[in-house]
């Protein structure tokens, strides 16, 4: 059975592995292996005709644009476009095997019966919506790469689209394609001036008709705690735990994690932990919508340690807290006409748009601080991070006409 270009593009990109690696990330790209369809991406976008294709072979950026058909003089922005080529790390991403659940009955779906993956309706209620729709699962031996690679495949149909289409009026189209994304570094070099629009969206969100212009402040935070080791049989009174006091750590935080928040919740989020008796060290995040919250959360965590180190009575627990990207709204919100252009795309298109703050961070967000005002749409696909992803093959196919409908727009705006 044939596919639209859409999803004939997905197809081919999720069986790249393009896992990015957070332990790596003093790198950019962290893996090479990214680059493969770093190179499949700027050899497609030259076969079609798209203009300004460049490929930085050192830190794995792609960019192209398509040049505007109006007069010179017509004045109409110019729009980027941005997705992201790496994908998480939380699951393997290597041999994907992505199927098609053609006419969705509604169901759980089953997608290893031996060991027992499947797909559950009440962890995932938005397959509510997909009954009858086709959906675009894996095996359940590996994550399916939706995010991003279906907000990649969107962004190459929509250039499809224009170039196979010169009648269509567009002002300039700016595409670029990111690795990294995944461990924070996504736009470590991207280089704005040469991207050459004069604003921006990434396609890399979840459920068709969301948008959004607003995400976390977040935080890295490193914990080191020193304990003392002695043998374990005449260790009574003289021992110190270094593990065991990384959760007395932990449990002295307020109970507020990713898994029992929601919304506009902040959080704090335990993400590794490794060490020994004498010695052991924590990674955690830390995440707030609300400026003022947000350095609330860090205060909470630094007095956490001194406290500890107050119980014991010497400086056993040491904190570094770096600041990892700031929430976009305070730089988007100057031009809420980019947003109000998204939301008309979605309505021309028979979509209702429905805004929310993004609970995680985008590309977007280090680029609107940078001078690129840049939100977020949706892809169509779900389930990021884990294997029971999905996508669903007639919502990205209705992204695509967003996108396209959103050039128009700042071309009819403009009063062409």
């Known amino acids: 059975m044939s596919y639209s270009k859409v999803i004939e593009n997905f197809l081919r990109y999720v069986k790249i592995d393009t896992q990015s690696r957070e332990e790596l990330s003093d790198k950019v790209p962290s893996t090479d292996k990214q680059h493969k369809l770093a190179a499949l991406l700027a050899d497609e976008l030259t076969q079609m005709g798209a203009s300004d294709v460049r490929y930085d072979r050192e830190h794995c950026y792609v960019y192209a644009s398509i040049l505007s058909n109006l007069d010179a003089d017509s004045n109409v922005p110019s729009v980027g476009f941005i997705a992201h080529m790496d994908t998480s790390d939380a699951v393997s991403g290597e041999n994907v095997n992505p199927r098609i659940i053609e006419n969705y009955d509604g169901n759980d779906i089953v997608l290893d019966s031996e060991k027992n993956i499947v797909t559950r309706v009440s962890d995932f209620p938005m397959l509510n ?38 009648d269509v009026k567009h002002g300039k189209i700016c595409i670029g394609f990111t690795p990294d994304e995944e461990v924070g570094n996504g736009v470590e070099f991207f280089d704005i001036k040469g991207f050459g629009a004069d604003y921006a969206y990434t396609v890399d969100g979840g459920e068709l008709g969301d948008m959004s212009y607003e995400c976390f402040n977040a935080a890295a935070a490193r914990l080191k705690v020193t304990g003392k080791s002695v043998h374990p049989g005449y260790a009574k009174n003289i021992m110190r735990n270094a593990i065991k006091m990384i959760y007395e750590f932990s449990s002295g935080l307020p109970d507020e994690g990713p898994e029992n928040t929601e919304g506009y919740e902040g959080f704090f989020h335990i993400t590794d932990i490794k060490g020994t008796v004498e010695e052991a060290s924590a990674d955690f995040i830390i995440r707030d919508h609300d400026r003022q919250k947000f350095e609330q959360r860090k205060e909470i965590f630094a007095k956490t340690a001194d406290r500890l180190n107050k119980k014991y009575g010497e400086t056993l627990f040491c904190v570094e807290i770096t600041d990892s990207y700031s929430n976009m709204r305070e730089m988007i919100e100057p031009h809420m006409n980019i947003v109000d252009n998204l939301a008309q795309a979605m309505r021309e298109a028979g979509v209702e748009p429905r805004i929310s703050a993004i609970r995680g961070g985008t590309d977007g967000a280090r680029l609107s601080f940078d001078g690129l005002p840049c939100p977020n749409l949706c892809t169509g696909s779900e389930g990021h991070h884990g294997r029971n992803e999905f996508a669903v093959i007639e919502d990205m196919e209705k992204i695509v006409e967003i996108l396209i409908k959103l050039v128009s727009i700042y071309v009819k705006n403009s009063g062409i």
């Open 129 to 166: 919506d997909c009954k009858g729709k086709s959906i675009i699962v894996t095996d359940g031996s590996t994550l399916l790469g939706g995010d991003d690679k279906a907000g990649v495949a969107e962004i190459m149909a929509m250039v499809d689209y224009f170039l196979k289409n010169p």
